[in-house]
Each structure stands twice: as C-alpha cells, then as structure tokens.
C-alpha cells in the first residue's frame, strides 16, 4: 500500500479518543472518521470506509463488541483492533470472538499501533489473494536472518557477511546481505564493495520496484553473495519507512533462497520491520557485562512484541578477548538458551582490514570453522566430516 493507512477511531470517551489520535498521529496514519459506539459508528464507517478501524473495548464491554461486529458487516474488508485498558484473557478473548484482529492495551503507543496496523493489513492482503485464488503470486520465499543484537560494536556485521558468505558457499543457494545498519552501514567497508546505488534508492522508486527491478540495486560480490548496501550518508534513512523495509525484504526474499540482514546496535521501526520479517533472529550478545544486560532487555522486548521464542537464537560471540563471565552464567542470567558460541580470535581484525570476510580469508581459523558450523546448523545442511573446508573453498576432492 503506497500511501498511508486510514483509520477510523471508535471510541465513546472523548479524552482517551484525543489520546488514540495522537498516537494515530504519531503512527503516520490517516484519521479519516471517528465516533462513539453503536448507529453512529456505522455511519461514520460506512461514510468514509477506512483500511482500519481502532476500536476501544471498556467495561460494559457489550455494546464495544455489538459495535464490532456491526462494523464488521458494513466494511467486511476492513479489520478491526481493540485498544482497552482491560488485560484480562476473558476481555481479550471476548473481542477476538466478536471479530477483533488484533488487541492493543493502553497506552498505546505509537511503535506497537504501526506493527499491529501493518500486521492485520498485511493478513487481509494474504486473505485477498488466497480469496482471488491468486495464491501462486504470493511466491515461495526464501528464509530470512536478521543478525541483531542490542549494543553496537559486539560482532554482528562480522557474523552477518560471513554467515552471508558460507551459505553461499556451502549450499550454493543465492544469498543476499541486506545492510540495514541505520547508523554507520559497514558492510560494503567489510566486504570491500563499491557503493553505487543503496537501499534508500530502492526506497526512492518504491512504487516501481518489482522483484525485476531490485537486482539492478543489488553489488555481486565474488563469494556469490549479492549485497544490498546501506546509503553512505546515514541521513539518507530519514525518508524511509517500515512499509518500505517490508517491500524490499519480501523482494529479496521471494528471489533468494537466503537473505541475511546487518542491524545497528539501536533500536527504530525499520529495524522492528526486519525483526518482524525474519523466520530467524540471531541475538548476538558478547560477554561483557553491559551486553548481557541489554541483551536481557532486549530479549524482554522481543517478547513483548510478540516474537516466538522459536525464532530467537541466542548467539554468544567472544568479540573481546575478555574472560571474567561463564558462557553458563550468561544463559543463567538471561534465563535462555545459548544457540551458539563464536570464539575469540585475533584474525578477525586483520581479515577485516583486509576488507575480505574471514570465512574466505582464513577458513581455518577457528572463526571461521564455527560460522561454517552455524551456517550448517541453521539451513539444517549435514557437514561432511572429511573435506569440507576443501568444499567451502571450492576445491575438488
Ligand atoms: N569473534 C571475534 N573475535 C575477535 N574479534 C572480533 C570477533 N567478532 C568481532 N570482532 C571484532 O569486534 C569489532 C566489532 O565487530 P563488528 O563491527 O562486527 O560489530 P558490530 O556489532 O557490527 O558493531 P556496530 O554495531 O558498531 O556495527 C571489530 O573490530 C571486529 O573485528
Ligand atoms: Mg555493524
């Protein structure tokens, strides 16, 4: 959807009304009616149907659902979502049986409105193609990485090029490196690529852009690897939106069999979008003290958004030589389970410098062998036990 959702807001208490709109505001959605429950909000709604309704659920919570439901009948296609000062599972249960796509509590914050808004529209757009039987255009798409972690300077665009690297080593898949790295973007730095075009050009063209289209942005690079880069000027991400993220990764991702994705060691909405997006999150934390704690936040985030533990895997990388903290006192502390442990090693920095990923640059090094296992045991690709560095490298038996 190119321009911004519509909204209209059903709520009978005129301050928590001005406060759902400026929430709506601040959201970048459009208010294109509001109204108390019952006759009038199907007026309004049948008036100016929106893509969304937002719908406040307070006790006597009977007419709140009536009115969903109304709604439901007078613009079918368009879903609804509770906001409610109420937690309790009945209320939430209650409403989603009344027809509520999704259930927000208050205070709602403008973040969660934005991913719920684009998650329920984004269901009605699968529902429409399913219901068009135009399932074969929503085409197979290949898995998506997100390598995130919530401190900067803790090894993620290390893990990510050369993750990026070995599966298109070993798997002879294609892969593709998405630098979503909104502050400093170092992955063409890393991988020693030239930067023509970047993803906010492709954010520019956003209408225009077909699965077609984005390979002319994207820079082969020799491991195979196909490198969409950051923009070189970090203020070119201001533009950028969540929907735009949304559009390019699911470009990338029906044309790759992989697509890996380089997060900043910050927090914004175009990084909840490759969060969202990912089928796998590597939360990378190293072992100082300070990391742990933000990964622990960062964990209690993911949780609250919503995302399945599944898809979480935590994934200690020793990027400092520093030693006074057990890997076991690390998945104590944060009460999860270690995926996986990349250890230490001073040829990191130099394969760095080199600008080459060390994967290639060094495959025996002991980097090098645990990324080559990770990458395994992440495409579920069974290592051979005699040659496969020889593989990796390209060599014949
Ligand atoms: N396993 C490791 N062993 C040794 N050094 C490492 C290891 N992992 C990363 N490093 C070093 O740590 C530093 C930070 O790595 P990197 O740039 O990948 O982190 P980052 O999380 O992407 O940082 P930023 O958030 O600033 O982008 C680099 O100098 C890198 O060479
Ligand atoms: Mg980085």
Same mark, same amino acid.
């Given at each position: 959807?190119?321009?911004?959702?519509?909204?209209?807001?059903?709520?009978? !208490?005129?301050?928590?009304?001005?406060?759902?709109?400026?929430?709506?505001?601040?959201?970048?959605?459009? =208010?294109?009616?509001?109204?108390?429950?019952?006759?009038?909000?199907?007026?309004?709604? +049948?008036?100016?149907?929106?893509?969304?309704?937002?719908?406040?659920?307070?006790?006597?919570?009977?007419?709140?659902?009536? @009115?969903?439901?109304?709604?439901?009948?007078?613009?079918?296609?368009?879903?609804?979502?509770?906001?409610?000062?109420?937690?309790?599972?009945?209320?939430?249960?209650?409403?989603?049986?009344?027809?509520?796509?999704?259930?927000? &509590?208050?205070?709602?914050?403008?973040?969660?409105?934005?991913?719920? &808004?684009?998650?329920?529209?984004?269901?009605?757009?699968?529902?429409?193609?399913?219901?068009?039987?135009?399932?074969?255009? &929503?085409?197979?798409?290949?898995?998506? #990485?997100?390598?995130?972690?919530?401190?900067?300077? *803790?090894? +993620? @665009?290390? *893990?990510?090029? %050369?993750?990026?690297?070995?599966?298109?080593? #070993?798997?002879?898949?294609?892969?593709?490196?998405?630098?979503?790295?909104? $502050?400093?973007?170092?992955?063409?730095?890393?991988?020693? #690529?030239?930067?023509?075009?970047? #993803?906010?050009?492709?954010?520019?063209?956003?209408?225009?852009?077909?699965?077609? +289209?984005?390979?002319?942005?994207?820079?082969?690079?020799?491991?195979?690897?196909?490198?969409?880069?950051?923009?070189?000027?970090?203020?070119?991400? $201001?533009?950028?939106?969540?929907?735009?993220?949304?559009? /390019? &990764?699911?470009?990338?991702?029906?044309?790759? !069999?992989?697509?890996? /994705?380089?997060?900043?060691? @910050?927090?914004?909405?175009? *990084?909840?979008?490759?969060?969202?997006?990912? %089928?796998?999150?590597?939360?990378?934390?190293?072992?100082?003290?300070?990391?742990?704690?933000?990964?622990?936040?960062?964990?209690?985030?993911? $949780?609250?958004?919503?995302?399945?533990?599944?898809?979480?895997?935590?994934? =200690?990388?020793?990027?400092?030589?520093? %030693?006074?903290?057990?890997?076991?006192?690390?998945?104590?502390?944060?009460?999860?389970?270690?995926?996986?442990?990349?250890?230490?090693?001073?040829?990191?920095?130099?394969? @760095?410098?080199?600008?080459?990923?060390?994967?290639?640059?060094?495959?025996?090094?002991?980097?090098?062998?645990? =990324? /080559?296992?990770?990458?395994?045991?992440?495409?579920?690709? +069974?290592?051979?036990?005699?040659?496969?560095?020889? $593989?990796?490298?390209?060599?014949?038996?």
């Amino acid at each position: 959807m190119a321009r911004n959702p519509e909204i209209v807001t059903i709520d009978p !208490d005129l301050s928590s009304r001005a406060e759902t709109k400026r929430a709506i505001q601040l959201a970048h959605f459009q =208010i294109v009616g509001e109204s108390g429950y019952g006759v009038e909000a199907v007026t309004v709604a +049948k008036e100016t149907p929106p893509d969304v309704f937002l719908v406040s659920v307070e006790e006597p919570v009977a007419l709140a659902l009536q @009115t969903i439901e109304q709604l439901a009948d007078a613009v079918p296609n368009a879903p609804t979502i509770v906001y409610s000062s109420l937690t309790d599972a009945q209320s939430v249960r209650r409403s989603m049986v009344a027809g509520a796509r999704d259930y927000l &509590v208050k205070p709602l914050k403008p973040e969660e409105l934005s991913r719920a &808004v684009y998650g329920v529209l984004e269901q009605e757009e699968r529902k429409r193609l399913r219901s068009e039987g135009g399932t074969g255009e &929503v085409s197979a798409r290949g898995t998506v #990485i997100t390598v995130f972690g919530a401190k900067g300077g *803790i090894g +993620k @665009t290390t *893990i990510s090029t %050369n993750l990026a690297t070995t599966l298109a080593k #070993i798997t002879g898949a294609s892969v593709c490196l998405l630098d979503m790295d909104t $502050r400093f973007g170092d992955v063409a730095i890393m991988m020693d #690529i030239a930067v023509e075009a970047s #993803i906010a050009d492709v954010a520019k063209k956003i209408d225009d852009i077909d699965r077609d +289209k984005i390979k002319d942005y994207l820079v082969k690079h020799y491991s195979g690897v196909n490198i969409l880069p950051a923009p070189l000027h970090p203020t070119e991400w $201001r533009n950028m939106t969540p929907q735009h993220i949304e559009k /390019i &990764v699911e470009l990338v991702a029906q044309t790759h !069999d992989y697509v890996v /994705i380089d997060t900043p060691g @910050t927090f914004n909405e175009l *990084i909840a979008a490759t969060l969202e997006l990912a %089928n796998l999150i590597l939360l990378v934390t190293s072992m100082d003290i300070a990391s742990i704690k933000d990964t622990a936040l960062a964990l209690e985030m993911l $949780r609250a958004a919503g995302v399945s533990e599944d898809k979480v895997k935590l994934t =200690i990388n020793h990027s400092t030589a520093a %030693n006074s903290l057990r890997e076991d006192d690390v998945a104590r502390v944060l009460e999860y389970d270690v995926f996986w442990r990349i250890p230490h090693d001073l040829s990191v920095a130099s394969s @760095t410098q080199l600008g080459q990923p060390i994967v290639i640059a060094k495959p025996y090094a002991r980097v090098s062998r645990s =990324i /080559i296992d990770l990458a395994h045991a992440l495409t579920g690709t +069974k290592q051979e036990k005699r040659g496969f560095l020889d $593989r990796f490298l390209g060599r014949s038996a």
